[in-house]
């Protein structure tokens, strides 16, 4: 059917066509950042053009294509990309694709029926369309892969990066390895794959596959030859099919692709990106820290001394200060002090010369008046006064000059103190100082010491902390590495599950084939078989249904002739019992009351007091009973139990089992005929015990029947033995008088 | 260190300014008494050398010796006496003036003693205050 534009198949196709559109702009959105991933970008670019347009064929489902069998969206895709390289980059390559494939659709449909193994035609037509197939293959993978990296180098725009948050862009790795979902990928790479290429090309290296060396940029539509050069997309490269990120070498081998994302190693990736983890180291820091704060502490207590030298300084010339005005003070009062003393020595000098100079004028006086002395009475009297009076004027002048030095050594007494009070403040303000420096030396000297205690714990403690942190990296790397580990198990386990899944199938499809043609010729042998052994079966069935009718009419007649002797024998029997027990009864009847009463084991009273209506009904009921049971050791033997319960047939037939009981007892105690008695008592009285588990105790009566019955068994016993032992010698007898 | 403050100061120079003050006068008081005892002795020993010197001359008239050189001894011895007697009450004057200069002295020193006291006392203080650098320090 025909494209008609604007059908509603079209329109549907539109959402998928924008989902593919949105898949490879989108990836080619995130690489424009990388010279080469735009060059990547370009040509998905104009591959989505082409996908498009080719999408148009065979995305509605309704294209020009119906002969293409039926595939997956990824192969479309993948056919439809590779022809949109042929057919709009590579004219060239398109010329050689259309030798082998001549229209698109047919080319389209060699790719797939190369895949499928399907192709019908020549030989050299198949292997040139499995050839196709391989390159496609190899083309697909290599897209695949650059379209891997694509997605993984999506995150490498810095985007997401700060550069200094290794554990982030990591963490941004990791995640787009594992997020990044296998659906989007073209037939490409795994999950396995993906986060193997997304994880071992980490942001920081920024560059495309093979950036270290020079990639070789091979035009659109050709793909590296491995040897250095280009080869036409389409034109098979032997028939050689390598693993993703390999290319054929041209020698029948496969060499790494130069242009793929380089060997994954994601142990390696771990390690490196754990490695860049690092913690900075605060040691120096804390040393300068603890430097600075030795320098202020002895800052301080620069400053605390300096302040103590001004403190002692101003106390100092206070003191000066106290001192001289304590001297002035002094001063003024001595001074005082001696001028008053001075008036009183100068006044008591006076006074004493005046008194002298009185006494003096009286004696002159005196001899005035006496005029001439005639006797020396006066002049002795006046030489005694006169010096009187001078003694005494000197003394009391002396007098005052000792009081005046007593009193100059008190007055310099007192004046000295201003000097000894201010050097004994002085002393004291001295030792204080020193005191206080004493003070603070000893706090320095202190927080120097407690400084470099805690400088040596904080020092510990920043080793110690780097310590867990490298231990918690390591850590953190050993779980990475785990689980990358794990995760490789993981997919390698998913891996080799599919392909057992596959080679199962594969199995089961050829096993099924193959049972369905053992299945058929089975079908047929068996249905050979049936038919002639159901032929032998016939054959042999008529043959012995034949001759069992005969046998089986032949037995049935022996059968029936036996049968009827058997009868006959049978009716002889029972009317010669029935006869011989008859006469029995009439000979007992006949012979005493007491012989037919022991013969119907009943009391004689009572077989007196019957009637004869009752006597013919006990007689007949005898004569049945011998019938049924046999006259004498025909039917049981005598001495076994069979014989005692025919005897008495209308008794319980627990007693029989009681009987048989002690008859075992005996049997048990075979020799020891007293300890048999005192058991069977015993065993009697335990039936007339009641049990406690349900009424079991028997009347003293009934205990006495079953005693009675193994008497007579017992008599029985005895009886048939030596019957037994009679019977032999006879025979022993006979035997010897044969002889 | 124990030291006056202003209260015992105010006391203390109350008490002195007191006694120098009561001792003052109790010297001028006696020092009057002595003037009046010296004048009253000299009053006393002139009226008996008058009286005696008078009696003296009718004493040897009687006798009949006024003439004679006893008279002149006697008068000789009586003029001795006369000075003896003037001379005991100056020195006795002279000694109790002394006694109170010695006690004016004393008043005197005991008077300066003590503001000088009072003096080296405050500069103690202000040296105990001023010998510590606990309050600046």
Redesign the interface.
């Known amino acids: 059917m025909a494209h008609i534009p604007g059908h509603k198949s079209d329109v549907q196709g539109q959402g998928v066509r924008d989902f593919l559109g949105g898949l490879i702009g989108g990836a080619s959105n995130l690489v424009t950042n990388n010279p080469v991933s735009r060059g990547i970008a370009s040509a998905a670019s104009a591959g989505r053009n082409e996908l498009l347009s080719d999408w148009r064929w065979t995305g509605d489902g309704k294209s020009s294509q119906p002969t293409t069998p039926v595939a997956s969206t990824r192969d479309r895709m993948d056919t439809a990309i590779a022809n949109a390289l042929v057919n709009q980059q590579n004219k060239q390559a398109q010329t050689r694709a259309a030798r082998l494939a001549p229209t698109n659709e047919s080319f389209s449909l060699g790719n797939l029926e190369g895949l499928t193994g399907v192709a019908q035609g020549s030989t050299a037509a198949r292997n040139a369309q499995n050839a196709r197939s391989a390159q496609i293959s190899q083309e697909n993978a290599i897209k695949n892969a650059l379209g891997d990296f694509a997605r993984a180098n999506a995150f490498n725009t810095d985007r997401f990066r700060t550069g200094a948050t290794p554990g982030l862009d990591a963490a941004i790795d990791f995640g787009v390895a594992q997020r990044t979902p296998t659906s989007l990928g073209q037939g490409g790479p795994s999950m396995t794959d993906l986060a193997s290429v997304a994880f071992d090309n980490p942001p920081t290296v920024g560059t495309p596959p093979g950036d270290d060396e020079t990639p070789i940029q091979c035009p659109v539509g050709t793909v590296p030859d491995g040897k250095g050069g280009c080869t036409p997309v389409g034109e098979p490269v032997g028939n050689i099919i390598c693993p993703l990120g390999t290319v054929p070498d041209g020698a029948g081998g496969c060499a790494p692709d130069p242009n793929f994302g380089g060997t994954p190693v994601v142990g390696d990736t771990i390690r490196s990106l754990y490695g860049e983890l690092s913690t900075r180291d605060f040691t120096d820091m804390l040393r300068n820290m603890m430097a600075e704060r030795e320098t202020n502490l002895r800052g301080l207590n620069k400053q605390?001394v300096d302040?103590?030298a001004?403190?002692?300084l101003?106390?100092t010339g206070?003191?000066g200060d106290?001192?001289t005005?304590?001297e002035t003070?002094?001063g003024v009062?001595?001074a005082?002090?001696a001028g008053?003393?001075q008036d009183?020595v100068d006044?008591?000098a006076a006074?004493?010369q005046q008194?002298q100079a009185?006494?003096d004028a009286?004696?002159v006086e005196?001899r005035a008046?006496?005029g001439d002395?005639?006797?020396d009475?006066?002049e002795?009297?006046?030489q005694?006064?006169g010096s009187?009076?001078g003694s005494?004027?000197m003394?009391?002048q002396d007098?005052?000059a000792r009081?005046?030095q007593v009193?100059d050594m008190?007055?310099a007494e007192?004046l000295a103190?201003?000097a000894q009070?201010?050097s004994?403040?002085?002393l004291?303000?001295g030792d204080?100082?020193f005191a206080?420096t004493q003070a603070l030396q000893s706090n320095l000297s202190e927080a120097l010491a407690g400084l470099d205690a805690e400088e040596t714990e904080r020092i510990l403690e920043e080793a110690m902390r780097q310590e867990n942190f490298n231990i918690g990296r390591d850590q953190r790397m050993i779980e990475a590495l785990v689980g990358d580990l794990v995760r490789k198990d993981t997919q390698a386990f998913q891996a080799g599950q599919a392909q057992l899944g596959r080679d199962f199938s594969a199995d089961q499809a050829q096993l099924g084939r193959d049972f369905s043609a053992d299945q058929a010729q089975l079908g047929r042998d068996f249905s050979a078989g049936q038919s002639a052994l159901s032929r032998a079966f016939s054959g042999q069935q008529s043959a012995l249904s034949r001759a069992f009718q005969t046998s089986e009419r032949e037995a049935a007649q022996t059968y029936k002739a036996e049968q009827a002797g058997i009868v006959l024998a049978a009716e002889q029997d029972a009317a010669r019992l029935k006869q011989e027990a008859s006469t029995l009864a009439l000979q007992a009847e006949a012979a005493d009351e007491q012989t037919a009463a022991d013969l119907y084991k009943v009391d004689v009273a009572l077989w007196r007091q019957m009637t004869g209506t009752e006597r013919q009904a006990l007689r007949e009921d005898w004569i049945e009973t011998q019938q049924l049971a046999g006259i004498g050791s025909e039917a049981f033997p005598m001495g076994t139990m069979q014989n005692l319960q025919q005897k008495y047939p209308k008794l319980d037939p627990d007693f029989f089992i009681h009987v048989n009981a002690m008859l075992g007892i005996d049997t048990l105690n075979a020799g020891n005929d007293e300890e048999a008695a005192t058991l069977r008592d015993q065993y009697l009285e335990g039936l007339r015990t009641t049990d406690p588990y349900g009424a079991k105790g028997l009347t003293v009566a009934e205990t006495s029947m079953i005693d009675t019955l193994y008497a007579e068994l017992a008599a029985d016993v005895v009886e048939s033995a030596r019957l037994a032992r009679n019977a032999e010698q006879l025979e022993m007898s006979s035997i010897g008088r044969r002889r | 260190m124990a030291y006056a403050g202003y209260g015992d100061r105010a006391s203390s120079l109350g008490r002195q300014t007191r006694e120098y003050g009561y001792g003052l006068s109790d010297i001028q008081r006696a020092k009057e008494r002595i003037g009046r005892s010296d004048a009253m002795n000299k009053f006393n020993v002139e009226q008996q050398v008058g009286r005696a010197a008078r009696s003296l001359p009718g004493a040897f008239n009687r006798r009949g010796m006024i003439d004679s050189g006893q008279f002149k001894r006697a008068q000789e011895i009586s003029a001795g006496e006369a000075e003896l007697a003037r001379f005991g009450v100056a020195a006795q004057t002279e000694e109790a003036r002394r006694q109170l200069d010695q006690q004016r002295n004393l008043l005197e020193e005991q008077l300066y003693g003590s503001q000088i006291e009072d003096q080296i006392a405050n500069a103690l203080r202000r040296f105990a205050i001023a010998q510590t650098v606990g309050g600046l320090a």
């Open positions: 605390s302040q103590l001004a403190s002692v101003r106390r206070q003191i106290i001192k005005a304590l003070e002094l009062l001595d005082d002090r008053v003393q009183l006044a008591v006074r004493a008194m009185d006494t009286s004696l005196a008046g006496l002395q005639v006797t009475e006066f002795k009297v006046a005694i006064v009187q009076a005494q004027a003394s009391s007098a005052m009081l005046a009193a008190a007055a007192r103190a201003p009070l201010a004994e403040a002085e004291a303000l204080e100082e206080y």
